[in-house]
């Protein structure tokens, strides 16, 4: 069964360092999110991209952040200058032309 | 203000049983009702999804209800399994907004033998 995927599991950084999470969405796939979850509280939308652009983006994802599909398989997230509180965990998901979507396994984003 | 609340908090039952849980919404336009289990430390997994039209969903022993009118849902699980042990998060979408994507804390669940 496709699944989507994500790499690294678990991602270490030193405060200020850029960071780069990736995607591989499910192979037919159009629309793709980007959300995190902080230890303990809810998750939380930061950014839908569709046909090569950004379609929406939350208040969160503010211009640290960014995302680009640089091939057609690959989907990533950018954090330019991690703090402290960007330390969560970042799952992708992707959905056909259904409503349903498909959340990758996570990353584990340790900025210390 | 659209927000999404669930209840409760954290639940424990004994395997076997079935239980309900709930969530209240306040997302509007609305366009669709998810429930999702997470299991801990991994992507949460879809269970249901509803539209307005819909009252209710199942998905084997998950049956989902909704009522639109007044902006409830629950999920209900039969015969419970010790893998349910699990978050269940409800998720409320505005209608032509992917921001308006909104999710509640979810109901940690334990299930015991």
């Known amino acids: 069964e496709p699944e989507v995927t994500q790499t690294p599991s678990h991602q270490v950084t030193q405060m200020g360092q850029e960071v780069i999470l990736r995607c591989v969405p499910i192979?037919?796939?159009?629309?793709f999110y980007w959300y995190r979850q902080i230890l303990g509280q809810k998750v939380e939308f930061l950014v839908s991209f569709y046909n090569n652009e950004i379609s929406e983006k939350s208040e969160i994802f503010d211009d640290q952040f960014s995302v680009e599909r640089p091939d057609g398989s690959n989907f990533t997230l950018k954090i330019r200058s991690t703090k402290l509180e960007d330390s969560a965990m970042y799952f992708c998901a992707s959905r056909d032309t259904s409503a349903e979507q498909f959340f990758g396994p996570g990353t584990r984003l340790t900025v210390l | 203000k659209n927000q999404v609340e669930q209840s409760p908090q954290s639940l424990i039952i004994l395997e076997g049983k079935n239980c309900t849980l709930q969530?209240?919404?306040?997302?509007?336009?609305?366009?669709?009702l998810r429930w999702y289990k997470q299991d801990t430390g991994r992507g949460p997994v879809s269970l249901t999804i509803m539209t307005f039209s819909e009252n209710t969903k199942s998905n084997g022993r998950y049956t989902a209800t909704l009522d639109a009118d007044t902006k409830q849902s629950s999920l209900h699980i039969t015969a419970s399994q010790l893998s349910d042990s699990a978050s269940y998060i409800c998720v409320v979408s505005a209608r032509s907004s992917a921001s308006k994507i909104i999710f509640g804390s979810g109901t940690r669940l334990s299930i015991r033998p």
């Open positions: 969530c209240n919404y306040t997302v509007s336009p609305f366009s669709n």
């Open positions: 192979s037919n796939h159009l629309y």
